[in-house]
């Protein structure tokens, strides 16, 4: 079992930037592909990043390449979002998942995560 918790939302302008924080509980953290996937009001959930086990296998949304930065800290049970030249269409709540396989694949698909953390609201300005 994993259990997941999100920091870091908030509201900023366009061309700001936020660095989200995912705070996991479980032994197995440290061998979860973790992802991020976002949902805007009306949408369907969208993918974001993921990143391996060991960080050095990462994946990124199209929509989010170059300006997202996905990391985690095993040693903290944390993986993080950095988000820069973040655009209005960027807004939404982010969720923190995760895995139930141990070094699975960074796959985009939302219903390869088994754990989901409650997520945290991003909001971009113009």
């Known amino acids: 079992q994993v259990q997941l918790v999100e920091s870091g939302g908030g509201s900023v302008q366009a061309g700001g930037s936020l660095r989200l924080s995912c705070a996991g509980s479980?032994?197995?953290?440290?061998?979860?592909?973790m992802g991020w996937f976002r949902q805007a009001p009306g949408k369907e959930r969208e993918f974001v990043a993921a990143i391996s086990w060991n960080g050095e296998s990462t994946n990124y949304a199209d929509s989010v390449k170059g300006r997202v930065t996905i990391s985690r800290d095993n040693a903290k049970n944390t993986v993080s979002l950095q988000m820069n030249s973040l655009k209005p269409e960027d807004t939404a709540v982010y969720f923190c998942?995760?895995?139930?396989?141990?070094?699975?694949?960074?796959?985009?698909?939302?219903?390869?995560?088994?754990?989901w953390g409650q997520g945290t609201q991003v909001t971009v300005s113009s």
């Open positions: 998942a995760a895995r139930a396989g141990l070094y699975g694949s960074t796959t985009n698909n939302h219903r390869d995560y088994d754990y």
């Open positions: 479980g032994r197995t953290f440290s061998r979860n592909t």
